[in-house]
């Protein structure tokens, strides 16, 4: 099992920056690859960044990419996703994800374990 707590989240204006923690306790953090993904208000949950368990490999949406970085620290086991140039298209309620098999997917179904969300509001 794996618990995930994300923060980081809330009320910015277009073009700025955010920084995004998901804390993990339980099964060995350095275990899983991890996963950022969002739900936008009224839309479907989609894949934001994703990284592999030692870190050294990273993807990411397309809509992000170059906007956002997904970093993570094993000894504290936390993931981060420094958000910048924000748009007002990024709100959403952002999740990280969990995946024990450390696969690096843009597939919501195979990561069993989430956080609860953090909300993200970009004004315009």
């Known amino acids: 099992q794996v618990q995930l707590v994300e923060s980081g989240g809330g009320l910015v204006q277009a073009g700025g920056s955010l920084r995004l923690s998901c804390a993990a306790s339980g099964r060995i953090f350095s275990a899983n690859s991890m996963g950022w993904f969002r739900q936008p208000p009224g839309k479907e949950r989609e894949f934001v960044a994703v990284i592999s368990r030692s870190g050294g490999i990273s993807n990411y949406a397309d809509s992000v990419r170059g906007r956002f970085t997904i970093y993570r620290d094993n000894a504290k086991s936390t993931v981060y996703l420094e958000m910048n140039r924000l748009k007002p298209e990024d709100t959403a309620v952002y999740y990280c994800?969990?995946?024990?098999?450390?696969?690096?997917?843009?597939?919501?179904?195979?990561?069993?374990?989430w956080g609860q969300g953090t909300q993200v509001t970009v004004s315009s």
């Open positions: 994800a969990a995946d024990p098999v450390g696969r690096i997917s843009s597939s919501s179904s195979e990561y069993p374990y």
